[in-house]
């Protein structure tokens, strides 16, 4: 029995690591002006979340298999198969996380947009799409995320790109609390008074 469970596991993360490399070749086949960022490998993210950085701005895309099943949206709320899983905020999440940590290296506010794209061949359906997240389909993820125009020059897609690569932008340095960067000396120590 544990050497089914053990087979069955094994297929299932081949069957993974297979969807995420075709997700990586095709946000690779957006355009020449786009480069692409897997999370997963540069933040520790999960498997299917990826950065795009390229002249429509900067996007932290998610990536959801559905197979052939039919996905609903009404506003904030996913329906798949009668399941609703919380994609919308983890497409959200992702993207504050990559907005924080890039802010936080850049020193300047670096709006990232969410995206939610699904992968599939079953049909999509929106009663009311949520607020600040673009849903595609991921077939056709290339066209949506140019439509979006020229708001970055080529040298800011470069220098964010070469920002969001490295390693140090994802991982917080370790917290030093502000008293204990100071020196402090002993009260009525008229030494440290005496000292430049």
Do not use: C
């Not at 990586?24 to 999370?39: F, M, S, T, Y």
């Not at 506003?75 to 999440?93: F, L, T």
């Not at 220098?159 to 000396?185: C, M, Q, S």
């Amino acid at each position: 029995m544990e050497w089914l469970r053990g087979r069955r596991a094994e297929r299932e993360s081949r069957r993974a690591e297979i969807a995420h490399q075709r997700a990586a070749q095709r946000l690779e086949a957006i355009g020449h002006n786009w480069r692409v960022l897997d999370l997963q490998a540069a933040a520790g993210s999960d498997r299917m979340n990826f950065l795009a950085v390229g002249p429509g701005g900067i996007f932290a895309v998610t990536v959801k298999d559905h197979g052939r099943s039919r996905v609903s949206f009404a506003g904030d709320v996913v329906q798949i198969d009668g399941r609703r899983p919380k994609y919308v905020q983890e497409a959200r999440r992702v993207a504050k996380r990559a907005a924080t940590a890039l802010t936080r290296i850049a020193g300047i506010s670096v709006p990232v947009i969410p995206v939610l794209a699904f992968a599939g061949s079953g049909t999509i359906t929106a009663y009311g799409l949520p607020k600040g997240v673009i849903i595609s389909s991921y077939q056709e993820l290339g066209r949506v995320l140019n439509a979006r125009g020229q708001r970055l020059a080529p040298g800011t897609v470069e220098k964010l790109y070469a920002l969001a690569a490295d390693p140090a932008t994802w991982f917080n340095p370790p917290y030093v609390p502000l008293a204990e960067r100071y020196r402090w000396y002993p009260e009525g120590d008229s030494s440290a008074a005496k000292q430049p």
